[in-house]
């Protein structure tokens, strides 16, 4: 068989997979795990949208769709971004994406060129600093401090930004530290990015997920349009994760490249899953809402739980289903104390260094589980770190 390809080299994992391969094989062993790794909302899909999806199914809508998918889930995205956003977003300004991640790739092989700069604030989703290595890219990342919420400094990004810049990648609210930036944070990005003509690349798929009667404040409200390209989708307000399906936001020149690569890669996302998802948008709501309220109550006592601990501390997180408590403290690395707590204690998390380096020091706990799970994971770790770190 001939070499592989160098960039696949470039090409990583996402580590919460890895982890759950390994709390599996433990279960396999006849090990008992409680599952705090993956992000993914342990709710069913609401039943309309079930029920929109087999409809769709039955009334034949299983062919190819246009690469930027069916119209009338592009008007209806269009829509719901120009209403929550108050910006006039057209239908052809939306591509519909196999997942938000599908818009990550498209979106980053758009705008890159081999040696293009990418400012990424960090701790991040893996995502933006693998694809840019993989299309040759260089991702050049910025701290993201608790101490700021987790919300990046304008100046640290403005002092990252050099004439190879062509984008910033920014996640609010964000992944893994549950933190929003602040609208003047925003501002303050697209300051420098207008100026310099860098876009913006802002993904907003924990958007609803956010607490303490809170308003999201989006990068399309604050920028424009020009220097924008926004990404969200269904995976996680409407517990839909294996659906595959999220949105692309850009100026339409934009929007056909990412249409393009979508149309190399997957074709089109699946069909009836587009009309399912025109379902979930029209509403009701109810049952996103229930969900968020769910996770704020989680939220509330994984705070507690996790300030209970000696040795770690934690910032309230604002938004998402994420904790992300500091455990440096402990002195010990962060993926050693994750496998440790994997292999000695039966609680699978993750190492704040699977989203960067600058992930060092923390470690991130899925909170998508139920209340139960969070208590008894949470005892089982106070009672680990008693024993072996005190
Ligand atoms: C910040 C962020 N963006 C994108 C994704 C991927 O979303 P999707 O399932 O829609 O591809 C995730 C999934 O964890 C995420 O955390």
């Not at 490249?257 to 190399?264: D, G, I, S």
């Not at 509330?300 to 770690?312: A, D, H, K, M, T």
Request: charged share 25%; hydrophobic share 40%.
């Amino acid at each position: 068989m001939p070499s592989l390809s160098k960039s696949m080299e470039k090409l990583e994992v996402e580590s919460a997979f890895i982890v759950l391969d390994k709390a599996r094989e433990l279960e396999r062993q006849g090990k008992e795990i409680v599952h705090f790794e993956i992000g993914q909302p342990d709710f069913p899909t609401p039943k309309h949208i079930i029920e929109a999806a087999k409809k769709a199914l039955d009334e034949g809508k299983t062919g190819y769709t246009p690469a930027a998918g069916i119209y009338e889930l592009r008007e209806a995205v269009a829509e719901y971004i120009s209403e929550s956003r108050g910006v006039d977003v057209k239908p052809k300004e939306v591509v519909i994406t196999v997942g938000a991640k599908m818009g990550i790739f498209a979106s980053l092989i758009a705008f890159l060129d081999p040696g293009d700069e990418v400012v990424i604030p960090s701790p991040t989703y893996p995502a933006y600093e693998g694809v840019t290595k993989f299309v040759g890219g260089v991702p050049v990342t910025v701290k993201l401090r608790e101490e700021r919420g987790f919300s990046p400094s304008g100046e640290e990004i403005a002092s990252a930004v050099t004439d190879k810049t062509k984008a910033i990648v920014i996640n609010t609210p964000g992944n893994p530290t549950g933190g929003v930036y602040s609208r003047e944070d925003i501002e303050a990005i697209y300051e420098v990015a207008k100026k310099r003509d860098i876009v913006v690349i802002s993904d907003e798929i924990y958007e609803h997920i956010i607490f303490d009667g809170k308003k999201h404040v989006s990068a399309l409200s604050i920028g424009d349009k020009e220097h924008t390209v926004l990404l969200g989708g269904f995976s996680k307000s409407w517990s839909m994760t294996g659906w595959r399906l999220g949105w692309v936001i850009a100026p339409e020149k934009v929007a056909d490249k990412v249409a393009k690569v979508q149309l190399n890669s997957a074709s089109c996302p699946a069909s009836f899953v587009q009309y399912a998802a025109i379902a979930a948008l029209k509403g009701p709501w109810d049952d996103v809402w229930k969900m968020v309220k769910e996770y704020e109550a989680r939220r509330n006592l994984i705070y507690e739980e996790v300030n209970s601990i000696p040795g770690f501390s934690m910032i309230k997180p604002a938004a998402t289903f994420y904790a992300f408590p500091n455990v440096s403290k402990l002195g010990v690395k962060s993926s050693k104390l994750a496998d440790m707590l994997l292999n000695e204690a039966g609680v699978a998390l993750l190492p704040g260094t699977s989203f960067g380096a600058e992930g060092e020091g923390y470690l991130r706990i899925s909170f998508a589980t139920s209340r139960e799970n969070i208590k008894k994971g949470m005892k089982r770790i106070r009672d680990f770190v008693k024993e072996k770190f005190s």
